[in-house]
């Protein structure tokens, strides 16, 4: 199974962008997802999760502002940023976990409960 995260990039704050992650091999529809970012010198961040049923969790620092999705059919997770800033840039990873519920309501939000990573993608927003 590999996950290939794309779509960063150099913005200025107030800018939008979308990252996304297609995952190959596995069975996409069973997995939960979740991007994650990190910046040198610090943790890595929960930023958002969506669970097998679509239903979803934001980080705190990032409500209002970004929007986590999902199709199964091209077995991808996209990460919406709207109304980028400065403090929003890093190293964004996504990351997935098989899940054996087929009515589970949970959202995964700690790094680790995932059990497979991308490689990560670069966001870096200009003030």
Sequence with gaps: VQLQASGGGLVQAGDSLRVACVVSGGSFSRYAM??????????????????RNGRSSLGDSVKGRFTISRDNAKKTV???MNSLKPEDTGVYYCAAKTTTILSESRVYTQQDEYTLWGQGTQVTVSS
């Design 34 to 51: 979740a991007w994650f970012r990190q910046v040198p010198g610090k943790e890595r961040e929960f930023v958002s999760g969506i669970n």
């Design 78 to 80: 996209y990460l919406q």
